[in-house]
């Protein structure tokens, strides 16, 4: 049985409370992601989506120098590197989330996406009813306003 750590990605892009909204918002166009973990050394306290930029930040009329604490998400679902990639893929579903960070003694190891499940060829059917929850969620959500 397939392990996260035989598919999580390992050089994640990170930042620190030191960083604000507008170096988040670069590192996020610069290597074409949507989520950034937060670490304070190696240990993982959070993470910033490209939403949290817009709903927490900049709808909220916080400049590009706003600290990242105004935005990040603290609540946090994570996994370990020994979890199996199908308890990951149903946790996904089941949570409506893309993105897991992987984490070991407090200590971030790694991220695995939703598409790493699907990529991979491994569990692709659990992967595709877990993107078909989370797609269906937010055409709800969409379509509630």
Same mark, same amino acid.
């Given at each position: ?6 598919? $999580?990605?390992? !050089? ?6 030191? @960083?604000?909204? %507008?170096?988040?918002?670069?590192? $996020?166009?610069?290597? !074409? ?18 939403? @949290?930029?817009?709903? #927490?930040? %900049?709808? =909220?009329? *916080? ?11 603290? !609540? ?9 990639? @199908?308890?990951?893929?149903?946790? $996904? ?5 893309? #993105? ?15 598409? !790493?499940?699907?990529?991979? =060829? ?16 937010? @055409? *709800? ?5």
């Amino acid at each position: 049985m397939k392990k996260i750590q035989d598919i $999580m990605s390992t !050089d994640c892009v990170t930042v620190t409370l030191k @960083d604000n909204l %507008y170096e988040i918002a670069l590192k $996020m166009k610069q290597n !074409d992601i949507g989520f950034v973990p937060v670490v304070e050394g190696k240990k993982l306290i959070g993470v910033v989506t490209d939403r @949290d930029l817009v709903v #927490r930040g %900049y709808a =909220e009329k *916080h400049s590009g120098s706003t600290a990242v604490e105004e935005v990040l998400s603290k !609540d946090l679902t994570t996994v370990t590197p020994e979890t199996t990639v @199908d308890e990951a893929a149903k946790l $996904m579903a089941k949570q409506k989330i893309r #993105r897991l960070p992987v984490v070991k003694n407090g200590e971030l190891v790694g991220v695995v996406a939703i598409a !790493d499940l699907a990529v991979r =060829e491994i569990f692709v059917n659990e992967a595709g009813e877990a993107l078909s929850e989370i797609s269906e969620n937010v @055409d *709800h959500a969409a379509t509630a306003r």
